[in-house]
C-alpha cells in the first residue's frame, strides 16, 4: 500500500506559479511510476503529468506541455509539479497518483492511464 499526500494549492491569478507537492509513505517509492491528474467542476479526472521511477522520462498533457513540469525525489519521497503561466482553465483538484509498475500505464493511442494509489486533492484555483 502507498499513502500519498498533497500539497502546495492554493488562489493564484493567471501568469502565476504554484509548485504542488506530493509525499509519499508505505512500500518502496522509488520503484513506482508517479503521475499528476486533475478534475475541474462539472468535468472528468483528467491526465496532467507523469515520471517514471527513474525520472527518466516524462510526459505530459498537451494543455499543460511547456508550462508545468514535474520532478520526484525518490531520496524524500516525494514528487513535484511546477505549474507556471497558470491559466483559469487550470483550476481544478489537482491529485497525486503512483502505479505499482515503474513506468505509467498506457491506453489507447498512448495515453496516461489512471495509478493505483491516489492522495486526497489539492485545490489550485486561478483567477482571470
Known amino acids: 500500500q502507498v499513502e500519498l499526500v498533497e500539497s502546495g494549492g492554493g488562489l493564484v491569478q493567471a501568469g502565476g506559479s504554484l509548485r504542488l507537492s506530493c509525499k509519499a509513505s508505505?512500500?518502496?517509492?522509488?520503484?513506482?511510476?508517479m503521475a499528476w491528474f486533475r478534475q475541474a467542476p462539472g468535468k472528468e479526472r483528467e491526465f496532467v503529468a507523469a515520471?517514471?521511477?527513474?525520472?527518466?522520462?516524462?510526459y505530459y498533457a498537451d494543455a499543460v506541455k511547456g508550462r508545468f513540469t514535474i520532478s520526484r525525489a525518490n531520496a524524500e519521497n516525494t514528487v513535484s509539479l511546477q505549474m507556471d503561466t497558470l491559466k483559469p482553465e487550470d483550476t481544478a483538484v489537482y491529485y497525486c497518483?503512483?502505479?505499482?509498475?515503474?513506468?505509467?500505464?498506457?491506453?489507447?493511442?498512448?495515453?496516461?492511464?489512471?495509478?493505483?494509489?491516489w492522495g486526497q486533492g489539492t485545490q489550485v484555483t486561478v483567477s482571470s
Open positions: 515520471i517514471s521511477w527513474s525520472s527518466g522520462s516524462t
Open positions: 508505505g512500500r518502496t517509492f522509488s520503484n513506482h511510476a
Open positions: 497518483s503512483a502505479y505499482r509498475s515503474p513506468i505509467p500505464r498506457f491506453g489507447a493511442a498512448y495515453s496516461i492511464l489512471p495509478g493505483d494509489y
